[in-house]
């Protein structure tokens, strides 16, 4: 059963996360090093590595995602419709239960802040993200490509592969899974 911590202990925790955020960004204007903040990284420059609050945060917000899903275990085979062929890789075939279902639930709280984005640029995306509890270090590639802006999620947890890929063009918003690799630097898996 997940504990669920009390609003002191998440206000705590959030004071102490913008704290740290507060000071290192501090450091790195103070060392002349370029704009801190979320432009950069956006903008394809190194990402930092999350502090373990934030990704203490992070993990606590993917444990309250998925509070309503089977707790994480082997990926097992589905039987599939006796008409249309099994399909033998993708999300369907490489995720377990708990990542399948929890899939849903991130691609619907996200399609839902997004959905009202006028003019939704790499920016704006990616403040909405951050909103959400999704952290900088677990969003890659949030560029834009043509009319949409497009980005991944990396939400591998507990020995999970889920992922997400999104794309918002302020008409259209699609956010479906995707699977990573286990372990390792993050790929969406081809």
Known sequence: MTEIPSPKA???????TLA??????????????????????????????????????FTAMLDRVARSCPAPGPVEKHPGDAAAPAPTSGPEVELNARDWCASALHEERITRAVWELADPTPEKVGKVLNDLGYVDGRIHGLRQSGAATTFALDLRDKGGRLCLDGSVDGERTMVTACVAPPTGPFAVAK
Do not use: K, N
């Open 10 to 16: 998440l206000f705590t925790r959030s004071v102490s």
């Open 20 to 57: 740290a955020t507060a000071l290192a960004s501090l450091a790195l204007v103070a060392c002349g090093s370029e704009q801190a903040g979320t432009a950069s990284v956006r903008a394809g420059s190194s990402i930092p590595s999350p502090t373990p609050s934030s990704e203490a945060a």
